[in-house]
């Protein structure tokens, strides 16, 4: 049962009596359920940018979300008018309490471990798209539960890609018949059949990692066919973090993130970057792939907005997302990197 809508009312602003407080504990549990059990990982992104949007963004309502936010609040208060002024606050606010319980739970009703995993990932790395490098801070106690949000969304992503970087070992059962002991026929082929996989799970990250160290070591880029000291430092940002997000798999972690920043700093840049000034002349064009379905799920500023500066060009506006205005070459490159990767883990490769 969730424990806090309180003090996320609180910090918000919004006064609600206990009944109310109760019956928007139950409507965000039941959002967390679907979240959590959805078979459309850009549906969990789309959920995650309505709901963190409540902090300054001027995103518009998204289609769809809202009104499955509305009809869960319907469902223990019939009375809940979701036009009223106070409705937009109140559903997103309902919304963001459900994201935080995706990411607090380590088991949800109904839904599987792999799944809540799943999902626990695809919010995890919508968080940290959205809240790494945020504009301004929100000051107060507020602060701290955005904080606490982004600090826990960041673990989340690290312990995973610590846990999937893990080479495995040999199965129990094919380690005995090595050391000579006696096992059936049907164990043994289980045992040969997992321990393959695990070697071939393993090649594929010693063959990934050392790509990325011989990436990150040599700072040339494949995509320009020349070393990152001669491209600008707007355009070694953006390149390192699109061709780091082509070499590694998995959540974009920002331990990993930083791989594209030590790259894109040897072509180095003391001045923060404006992306009001590259959404005006772009240094960078996405692939097509990216550029064509951000025409539809995936336009959401608030979640991607460096992706969106690059496919909107100069319609690009500041006011729409959450990120700082300017950004460091290394922030520039992590964020790039980030954005591509919750791409990659959301929709077509890249």
């Given amino acids: 049962m969730i424990k806090d809508v309180g003090e996320w009312f609180r910090v918000f602003g919004v006064t609600a009596n206990d009944d109310r407080l109760t019956q928007r504990r139950h409507s965000a549990a039941r959002i967390a359920n679907s979240i959590a059990s ?60 459900a994201v935080s319980e995706v990411l607090s739970q380590i088991q949800i009703d109904g839904v599987s471990s792999s799944k809540l995993r799943s999902a626990k990932q695809i919010v ?34 690290s312990d995973l890609d610590s846990e999937r970087r893990t080479r495995k070992t040999l199965a129990v059962t094919l380690d005995r018949t090595v050391a000579g002991q006696e096992v059936s026929l049907a164990s043994l082929q289980t045992s040969f059949s997992k321990s393959l996989r695990s070697l071939q799970a393993a090649q594929k990250l010693d063959a990934e990692e050392l790509q990325a160290l011989w990436w990150t070591f040599s700072a040339f880029s494949y995509t320009m066919r020349k070393h990152y000291s001669l491209a600008t430092p707007a355009e070694a940002a953006l390149l390192a973090g699109y061709e780091l997000s ?77 990120v700082s205005g300017a950004l460091t070459q290394s922030e520039l490159a992590i964020q790039m990197f980030s954005e591509l990767r919750l791409f990659a883990e959301t929709g077509p490769s890249v």
């Fill in 124 to 157: 995890a790395q919508a968080v940290c798209s959205a809240l790494r490098f945020r504009a301004d801070s929100v000051g107060g106690f507020l602060e701290g539960k955005i904080s606490d949000l982004l600090a826990r969304s960041e673990n989340i992503l």
């Fill in 38 to 97: 959805s078979s459309s990982k850009i549906g969990i992104v789309r959920y995650v940018s309505y709901a963190i949007s409540i902090i300054r963004s001027t995103e518009p309502d998204l289609e769809g979300i809202c009104d499955e936010v509305a009809e869960e609040i319907k469902e223990d208060q019939p009375s809940f008018d979701p036009h009223a002024d106070s409705a937009r606050m109140d559903m997103r606010l309902t919304a963001l309490i």
């Fill in 246 to 322: 082509e070499i590694l798999s998995g959540p974009g972690s920002l331990g990993l993130a930083q791989l594209a920043a030590r790259t894109a700093s040897s072509s180095p840049s003391a001045e923060k970057i404006s992306l009001e000034n590259i959404a005006k002349e772009p240094v960078f064009t996405l692939p097509e792939v990216v550029r064509s379905s951000f025409a539809s799920d995936y336009d959401l500023p608030t979640i991607f907005p460096v992706i969106c500066l690059l496919r909107n060009g100069d319609q690009w506006k500041i006011e729409s997302c959450l």
